[in-house]
């Protein structure tokens, strides 16, 4: 199970990690707050928008290809803006990162559901949800720390050698399990689903939540760099936002 710890870890740190530092120190790659925004949503919408389509690859060819497919691009997007000579390459790499993403976070958890018995379920998600929120909770200070030593390059070569690292633990250690036999549906049944208000709602009100937590993350540490704070004070000042977030959640809920 701890390789699939590790990608949920792999997967926050990445996300809150970067978004938290980007406003901060740039490498002259983010020239306006227009930029950053881009920037944040690139990452956030590729995810969203592929999710369902390597949900289904996942239910045809089995979770744990996903899950190695995704950790491997995920590495490589990540060195593609950590040894390109451009800023522009930013772009490129927060889109890989999305995308790959998309393919093993979810990966991840499938298995995490597929290998362990219905009555451990609980505990067995609830250890996933822990690490995943570690990174989500200690990335941007970590980013913070990485880009005052070394610039944002230096945080995108710890993220590519934490997703090849991951990557070869689960190659090594995640067992094969065969996909499980599915029922057919249309996109009609998909459209039906997705309208229905006992989903709609909760995920409407769970969506403008997120949003709110993204700006939070993605645009305070601009206010602290105006203010003459370094990477490793807004770092900490995001990583007590998502703490915040990570102990209301549970309680919300």
Known sequence: MWPLYAAGFTTAF?????????????????????????????????????????????DRIGARPVLLGGLVAFAVASALYAFADSPGWLWAAR????????????????????????????????????????????GPLLGGVLVWAG?????????????????VWALVAVPVVPPLPRARQTVVDLARRLADPVFLVPTAALAGATAALSVGV????????????????????????????????????
């Open 218 to 253: 993605g645009f305070l540490p601009v206010s602290g760099s105006v203010a003459g704070l370094g990477t490793v004070a807004t770092g900490a000042a995001v990583s007590v936002l998502a703490a915040c977030a990570a102990v209301v959640q549970p309680r919300a809920g």
């Open 95 to 138: 889109l890989g990162q999305g995308a790959a993403a998309s393919a093993f976070s979810p990966a991840a958890s499938a298995l995490v559901a597929r290998l362990n018995p219905a009555a451990k379920h609980g505990r067995a998600f609830g250890s996933y949800g822990f690490y995943k929120s570690i990174g989500y909770t200690l």
């Open 151 to 167: 610039g944002l390059r230096l945080l995108f070569t710890v993220l590519a050698l934490l997703g090849a690292a991951v990557a």
């Open 14 to 58: 990445g996300a809150h990690g970067i978004a938290a530092n980007l406003g901060a120190d740039t490498d002259d790659a983010v020239t306006s707050l227009l930029v950053l925004g881009g920037l944040l949503a690139l990452y956030d919408g590729a995810e969203v928008l592929l999710k369902p389509v390597f949900g289904t690859i996942a």
